[in-house]
């Protein structure tokens, strides 16, 4: 038995759902065949192949909380492009904005009103008053890195384990068995070795956490403030005023990446729970899903690093990116934030995760399964282990990918997706009670096959 799953009884449904997804779906089949020919997998990213399914599903078009197929099949989408449209597909405020700039021009490497409005909503939310845009996340969390190791003068990042804050290559680092810095499993052609740039820590130790800072060579520590890439590891108490404390005696930058994390509230955890960072950074959603990262400094930081860089060189430091700032993304930035990802549309969007998670809660008791479910403001996870996670190795060893697998064709085959990583939901403005429902039904007949009627 696996997470209390006989693994031959999951092959055999796995292959019923895959049997039922090939009859269902034969316009995605005949994409997917043409696809092949010119995109690996036939997906223009690589990531896609992830899917559960013997190919992915085509996508006709996405509205709100819902998307289409090419088959004609409606779904509820609990993914939302992995946080990239949290604020539900295709908002009328982000599109008329979008549709407005793009025709008044949509990039000249000059700033546009819309740039300071952004940073100002930024600023209110965050606390942070000096902001910069970027693409994505990942290019933030870079340029975050090389500004903390210039200004500090030193070499290393300290990460968790098992965390994820982009294709950043100092993240890519996890702890061996002796507890040694390596390269994490899937680590493709990293520049050097991990231990050059990086220092790992267990989330939620602080005792870990003051060994490796009080070195006083690490340039910044860059952390979500609750883990949501291994499934979601919450903070146990007094671990963020610890980290705040430990930083700021050893002179090390704390760096709070809510990109994810988001999802807690209109200034993400750093709100929520009254974290003092000295760089916030954010990305995915705040565009609606126009390209468009953000990084947001302290005061007293942004003068440290506008006194070291003469203007000449401003260019050429390993910062910025020609299509950065662009007018587009701006727009979308300043109606997305300030229209759709309301103080009330989170209201609304947590109400409906703890509706979700119940749900979940009451499958789990039902079936007698050792899982257990976490949420996080509007995201919510379950997981095979009975208890909550404290670090990110304890959550990866609940991890079961063909279990995963099974549950997430199960649940797309009633019309419900799931995030490929991991078990991960999350609502959006326009998600509703009914669309919640649909996925506790599909949870619990899943449970149904896998458990109880395993078990007769
Ligand atoms: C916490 C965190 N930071 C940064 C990123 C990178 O985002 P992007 O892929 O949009 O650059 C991710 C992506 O999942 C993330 O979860």
């Not at 599903?57 to 992995?82: K, P």
């Not at 340029?143 to 200004?151: E, G, Q, S």
């Not at 506008?306 to 109606?335: C, Y």
Request: charged share 20%.
């Amino acid at each position: 038995m696996s997470h209390a799953v006989d693994p031959e009884r999951r092959a055999a449904l796995y292959d019923e759902e895959s049997r039922q997804f090939a009859e269902r779906r034969p316009a995605s089949r005949r994409l997917h065949e043409r696809a092949v020919a010119h995109l690996p997998g036939g997906v223009p990213m690589s990531w896609m192949v992830k899917w559960a399914g013997p190919y992915p599903v085509y996508v006709q078009s996405a509205q709100g909380a819902h998307f289409t197929c090419v088959d004609g099949i409606d779904h509820v989408d609990l993914c939302l492009g992995d946080t990239g449209a949290m604020c539900g597909h295709s908002p009328a405020p982000t599109v008329a904005a979008v549709r407005e700039q793009a025709a008044r021009g949509i990039t000249s490497m000059l700033p546009t009103p819309d740039a300071a409005l952004a940073a100002e909503e930024l600023t209110r939310r965050f606390g942070v008053p000096q902001w910069q845009f970027t693409l994505s996340a990942t290019d933030s969390n870079r340029h975050v890195i090389r500004y903390a190791r210039h200004v500090t003068g030193r070499p290393k990042v300290l990460v968790v384990d098992y965390c994820y804050h982009g294709t950043v290559d100092e993240t890519f680092a996890t702890l061996d068995p002796q507890g040694r810095v390596t390269a994490r499993r899937g680590n493709l052609g990293p520049p050097v070795p991990l231990d050059l740039t990086t220092v790992v820590v267990p989330f939620n130790d602080v005792e870990a956490l003051e060994r490796a800072l009080a070195r006083e060579d690490v340039a910044c520590a860059l952390l979500e403030p609750a883990m949501t890439n291994i499934g979601i590891v919450l903070p146990v108490p007094g671990y963020h005023e610890a980290l705040r404390d430990l930083t700021r005696r050893h002179g090390t930058l704390l760096v709070i990446d809510e990109t994810h994390t988001l999802c807690a509230g209109p200034g993400g955890c750093t709100a929520a729970w009254g974290l003092q960072p000295d760089v916030v950074v954010v990305g995915k959603t705040i565009g609606g899903g126009i390209p468009t990262g953000a990084f947001g400094f302290t005061e007293e930081l942004a003068g440290r690093i506008a006194r070291s860089i003469p203007e000449e060189d401003i260019d050429v430091g390993g910062i910025g990116g020609t299509l950065a700032g662009n007018a587009l993304s701006m727009a979308a930035v300043r109606a997305t934030l300030t229209e759709v990802l309301t103080d009330e549309a989170f209201a609304r969007m947590e109400g409906l995760a703890v509706r979700w998670t119940e749900g979940v809660q009451q499958v789990i008791d039902t079936s007698g399964a050792p899982w257990h479910v976490t949420r996080l403001g509007c995201r919510a996870e379950y997981a095979f282990s009975p208890g909550e996670p404290l670090t990110g190795a304890e959550a990866a060893e609940a991890d079961d990918f063909a279990l995963q697998q099974y549950l997430h064709l199960q649940a797309l085959n009633r019309g419900v997706l799931l995030t490929p990583f991991h078990n991960m939901a999350l609502m959006c403005p326009a998600t509703t009670t009914a669309d919640v429902d649909a996925h506790t039904a599909a949870f619990a007949a899943a449970a149904d096959e896998l458990i109880s009627a395993g078990a007769e």
